[in-house]
């Protein structure tokens, strides 16, 4: 098995900026991708963005250059720089990650969540 946790997340104001972390730990012998999703109240959990263990990268359009995606593949973490924050922001940030166990199998993970609030 294999956990996901995610932090950094908080109150921000508008124009600012918030790095959020999710640490992976467990049976892990690899993790093949690792992502970000958000959720709304009300809406779908929607793709932020994703990177694979190569490092390449994919963003929902709308959010290409504010905010940027990274990953430590020694340190099983992947972040989210988040910057120019917007009200439309506030949402809860989801960690996603597919992982290879020690048995080989692949699975997918989520975390908890983290609470993003952007207000003045």
């Known amino acids: 098995q294999a956990q996901l946790v995610e932090s950094g997340g908080g109150l921000v104001q508008p124009g600012g900026s918030l790095r959020l972390s999710c640490a992976a730990s467990?049976?892990?012998?690899?993790?093949?991708?690792m992502g970000w999703y958000r959720q709304t109240p009300g809406k779908q959990r929607e793709l932020v963005a994703t990177?694979?263990?190569?490092?390449?990268?994919n963003y929902v359009d709308s959010l290409k250059g504010r905010f940027t995606i990274s990953a430590d593949n020694v340190k099983n973490m992947a972040y989210l720089e988040m910057s120019s924050l917007k009200p439309e922001d506030t949402a809860v940030y989801y960690c996603?990650?597919?992982?290879?166990?020690?048995?080989?199998?692949?699975?997918?993970?989520w975390g908890q969540g983290t609470q993003v609030t952007v207000s003045s």
């Open positions: 467990g049976s892990i012998f690899s993790i093949n991708a």
């Open positions: 990177i694979t263990r190569g490092g390449l990268t």
């Open positions: 996603n990650a597919v992982i290879q166990l020690f048995n080989r199998r692949s699975y997918t993970y």
